[in-house]
């Protein structure tokens, strides 16, 4: 987390009322819980994960000692660069594989202007296997692919490749700009070299994209009357969404999940995602989320103490010796963050291998522990479901990839100004409030770069997005599990009578997307259910409307 | 037109059907015609003109010697780099002035990247005088500023300026960037430069700039809530109706006049243009017609002849010697289409000074010359009738601002790939078929720059897009005079209940914008007032929902 402090240590400010919640600790203690928090907040985001096997601990046990790696929180900062191996190794294989063909399209750099530069190879994945044809008018099922590989995305989608067949629809997920293979400049390590390579790495020049290799591969296939349907995931979600705004001609209508398009600037509320996050615990149980809501004093005090970041590094078991207890801070609000993204009902291994409803076994570890077990300890025990499911894990490195530039990073710095705050009343996660000038300044350190906060909510359908929805929108279904901390930004009520928002009490992060198991509970059943039949009607209006005309 | 042979050099297309409707010419003038046609196609545009003052001419009365300029047919290539000295001149301070401050709003040169680039000062004309103010909601009528100085379409649109004050609303009239003072890197030579500076010119850049613009105005007046409703002719009405595709929550309804967002690659018909123009001369006069139809062989057979150039430099009034037919019959083309354009009911001096029903008086001249009068000298009686009305021209000048780049020239080499045709059954020009392929190549050639003849369809809306205008568009008013051979490339049919079409059959290019007169024909009352009631609907049907929602 070292390369995260810039943020933290430009965010001095205090507000009035965080000196009554921590009347009781010193001003430098309050000054850390603020950089902990700004932490915790600036950089969460959608996340992409590497997976760590290890063996898994207790109160009582001792860990051993094997190779770990620790888990970044988000795609863009910490994971992007370590995707490839990933994606090459042994961990993706594991995963369910579909039958596809790999494909590169060549695109413009910048769509909007004509400016000299290098076009670029994006990679989309193309399966046309059950495709019905272009002279039955066979339906394209397009996923926006987001902010990582586009074979992760593929690989984690099974809903789509599961649908397919029964609609006799051609399958394709093209890769987002700057992830993946699809990298300007011909690699990573050029596309991402300095602000000015980054530079076109936007969410219109993404929209583009997707709308050019469409429109293209229509016409190659003579196929230009089949109708698309896009789908997609978090970030994913809000491309498509925003794509039936921006390109409506473009696909019928769009499936987004977990899609916080309301997470921008006087929208939503920025408090909810942490809200959601602890209630998630909460609702498991209060002493559980009261102990991680005193940890932060509790971890903060003992990094204060002689020898307390000594403790605190062989407490947490950490690879290197803990630096700040701040990043000890950020490591942990990553892992709870994630867990309520994942909180799902059946074991899965998404970000991490994990028991279906994750959060209940955090909240029966933290809970469990024989009296006397401290604060810090509990949470430790806790936050290692998460981390360390399968008790493989020897050590917790908190400064992997320090210095690696990162897509999602980059574009939180430009365009993707996500305003969170953490609300001491309601949160178990320190007080912070967002801090739009502290985040600008990280930015134009790190990147050199100059965030428009407004931008997204200006090219994006405006403040009142939700008229603009009703009034011009047709066709997204809004899809949403309420664990789910991403939920607080998302669409979560009908809009019109074709935009309508599904959710379920008990869902998570995109859950829906996710292939079937044998485990899905009824209500996970009966939203895809929902689902093919929404979709099944934008097809047969599509179609009636299409026999009309001719 | 020296500047334009790079066209016609490389057009060396010559169907099949055109050997017989000119099978008793040599092939050499076939060439040349054909050269010509493309000429007068490739770069037939919205006019802007510079207006010129001179003594009136007769078959029988030899011009007068007297100071003269010709008049460009397109803005891009011929006009713009002269519009300073139009603008300044005497000539600007004879069209209606209207009050208005001048401001300058600071823009961003790409918007959908984040290249260090420099800013631009985009300048705007704003009245508030009639402004009824955010408390009540006042309405801001803004006009989407096209390809010239925005003083000159704020001059030329009284209907906005005339019908604010019974609004109460607010007049902007933001100029489009690369025009006027409007210009990128501080001056019209460095953003004319070459195709690296002239690259941002684009017109998704341009709905941009309104965009922020109108956002950053209505955040600093508290006007968040005021509707906006857009204005635009030709070009201008195209960006209207295309805001409200791509940014439905900036205003609530565009009145489009002479908008020609369906002249493009497999939309509208390319022989529209010509034909049209063709029609405004016919249906005053067979004959006319014919002498203009026959004309183009006169003249590149007279310009084959020994000492050819030199009578046809004489017989047409010229400054400088003739170098090529083609150059006449190009300056010819552009008079008629121009004509066509302006073929307002009463006197107007929006090209040129001219009276009411132009074409009449062109065809009564081109008619009415005395037996034995030549082909080629009625046509140049006629074509006086444009280009020197006031009688005041003494010599022609076809070879004008031979370098200057200008700004649409550079969009229809780049995004504005409108195809024309003419079709040697219907129309009084020569045939020509579209050559995209002679295009690219001039532009290649002439700007170092490819056109993207799909891009502006996948941009907006698609080829079916009154589909998806129906679909998800609403408050539009197509405007239309039919006698306007843009016209052909315009929505003429309703679309849906709020998106519709208001032709004139005795109208031509967007007469509607114009301040009203008291020569104004009833139907053309009768169409202003028609629009008034449908913006006034547009906003009763706001403040309602306005009204339901707080």
Not at 229 to 255: C, N
Not at 380 to 386: K, Q
Request: with cysteine; aromatic share 12%.
């Amino acid at each position: 987390m070292r390369n995260l402090r810039g943020r933290h240590r430009i965010s001095e400010y205090i507000s009035s009322t965080i000196v009554e919640w921590f009347a009781w600790i010193s001003s430098k203690l309050l000054e850390i819980m603020q950089k902990m928090a700004k932490h915790a907040i600036a950089v969460l985001s959608f996340s992409i994960a590497l997976l760590t096997l290890a063996p898994q601990s207790s109160c009582s046990q001792p860990f051993k000692s094997v190779s770990s790696r620790r888990t970044p929180r988000f795609p863009g900062r910490f994971s992007t660069s370590k995707l490839p191996s990933l994606y090459d190794s042994q961990l993706l294989k594991q995963v369910p594989q579909y039958r596809y063909e790999t494909r590169y399209f060549e695109q413009r750099l910048d769509h909007f202007s004509f400016s000299k530069l290098p076009k670029f190879s994006q990679r989309y994945l193309i399966s046309s296997e059950h495709w019905s044809g272009p002279k039955r008018l066979g339906p394209i099922f397009v996923y926006c692919g987001n902010e990582g590989d586009i074979e992760w995305f593929a690989a984690n989608t099974g809903f789509v490749w599961e649908i397919a067949p029964s609609f006799g629809a051609m399958v394709v997920f093209p890769e987002h700009r700057y992830y993946g293979k699809s990298m300007p400049f011909g690699s990573k390590e050029k596309a991402y070299k300095n602000a000015a390579t980054l530079s076109y790495l936007t969410t219109e020049q993404a929209l583009a994209d997707f709308t050019e290799l469409i429109t293209s591969l229509k016409r190659n296939l003579s196929a230009e009357a089949c109708p698309v349907v896009l789908f997609g995931g978090s970030y994913g979600g809000m491309l498509a969404a925003w794509m039936r705004l921006k390109y409506p001609h473009i696909a019928i209508g769009a499936l987004a999940s977990s899609a916080p398009i309301l997470q921008f600037p006087e929208i939503a509320e920025p408090d909810s995602f942490y809200d959601i996050v602890s209630n998630d615990f909460k609702r498991e149980s209060a002493s559980c989320f009261n102990t991680i809501k005193a940890s932060w004093n509790a971890l903060t005090a003992e990094g204060q103490k002689k020898d307390g970041l000594s403790r605190l590094t062989r407490m947490f078991r950490l690879c290197g010796e803990l630096k700040d207890s701040e990043d000890l801070a950020g490591w942990l609000d990553n892992g709870y963050s994630n867990l309520a993204m994942v909180n799902y009902p059946y074991p899965s291994d998404f970000l991490m291998p994990l028991p279906g409803y994750p959060i209940r076994e955090v909240c029966r570890k933290i809970d469990g522990c024989p009296d006397g077990t401290s604060i810090l300890e509990r949470v430790f025990e806790g936050v290692s479901v998460y981390y360390n499911y399968t008790g493989k894990v020897d050590c917790f490195d908190l400064y992997d990839d320090p210095h690696g530039m990162a897509g999602w990073d980059w574009q939180s710095c430009t365009e993707m100004v996500m305003p969170m705050s953490s609300n001491p009343h309601t949160s178990m996660f320190p007080r912070y409030d967002f801090d739009l000038s502290a985040d600008k300044e990280y930015c134009r350190t790190e990147y050199k770069v100059n965030p428009r906060p407004e931008w997204i909510t200006t090219e994006f359908g405006g403040k009142d997005i939700m008229t603009t929805l009703k009034t011009f929108g047709s066709n997204i279904i809004f899809s949403n599990g309420l664990l789910d901390p991403w939920s607080g930004g998302s669409v979560t009520k009908n809009v019109s009578d074709s935009i309508v928002a599904l959710n379920t009490q008990e869902g998570a992060h995109h859950l829906d997307l996710r292939a079937a198991t044998a485990h899905d509970p009824d209500w996970l059943v009966e939203q895809r259910a929902t689902e093919i039949k929404l979709i099944r009607k934008w097809l047969r209006d599509y179609y009636q409307a299409k026999g009309a005309a001719n």
